[in-house]
């Protein structure tokens, strides 16, 4: 199986920052890779895919890059709403495989 | 509006079996694999299997942990989608969520809200 492995696992930050999430995978992977949001108690939202496409009505603060192993997601801007925790996972091959998260606090 | 609708979680004890549904609405349910994804309590997100569509023969893929225990299946005819859990152990405890693949672009780009499952005695 293909292991992801997120840095940081937690992250602090205040409204208005800029801030950089990395997702490493134990093996290439192209860019087959998908960032996910969730709020606590809420279901995972759908951010980015192909490592940097973003989905349909997720705002350009959002952006992906990366390629084989090493991505990474960058918000920019923060705002309250965007405090959650953030979810990279793999589907290059089966079983998809996420990353352990990251959460994004204030 | 596209939605996915979960059901049919719940207490069940330890080496029982529980099925769960999710109906589909507001897209063309065919054109799509589904997959379902569970989070254990305070955990993180797990890949527990996807169903392909009829064009591929509605073939299946498991995560380790589930194969030969869980079955997934879809009913096009009721725009739905199941999870069969038999053998339920303590560890199957978790939100379980559907999610639908759209074909052309790999990985699940709408989920349900979830449902609940606690396997306990």
């Known amino acids: 199986d293909i292991q992801m492995t997120q840095s940081p696992s937690s992250l602090s930050a205040s409204v208005g920052d800029r801030v950089t999430i990395t997702c490493r995978a134990s093996?290439?992977?192209?860019?087959?890779l998908a960032w996910f949001q969730q709020i606590p108690g809420k279901a995972p939202k759908s951010l980015i895919y192909?490592?940097?496409t973003l989905d349909t009505g997720v705002p350009s603060k959002f952006s992906g890059s990366g390629y084989e192993t090493d991505f990474s997601l960058t918000i920019s801007s923060l705002q309250p709403e965007d405090f959650a925790i953030y979810y990279c996972q793999q589907y290059k091959s089966y079983p998809f495989t996420f990353g352990q998260g990251t959460k994004l606090e204030i | 509006e596209v939605q996915l609708e979960e059901s049919g979680g719940g207490l069940v004890q330890p080496g029982g079996s529980l099925r769960l549904s999710c109906e589909a609405s507001?897209?063309?349910?065919?054109?799509?694999?589904m997959d379902w994804v569970r989070q254990a309590p305070g955990k993180g997100l797990e890949w527990v299997g996807r169903i392909r569509n009829k064009d591929n023969r509605y073939t299946t893929e498991y995560a380790a942990s589930v194969k030969g225990r869980f079955t997934i299946s879809r009913d096009d005819s009721k725009n739905s989608l199941y999870l069969q859990m038999n053998s339920l152990k303590t560890e199957d405890t978790a939100v379980y969520y559907c999610?639908?693949?759209?074909?052309?672009?790999?990985?699940?780009?709408?989920w349900g809200q979830g449902t609940t499952v606690t396997v306990a005695s």
């Open positions: 507001g897209f063309k349910f065919t054109d799509h694999l």
């Open positions: 999610a639908r693949s759209p074909i052309q672009r790999g990985p699940m780009d709408v």
């Open positions: 192909a490592a940097s």
């Open positions: 093996q290439g992977i192209s860019n087959s």
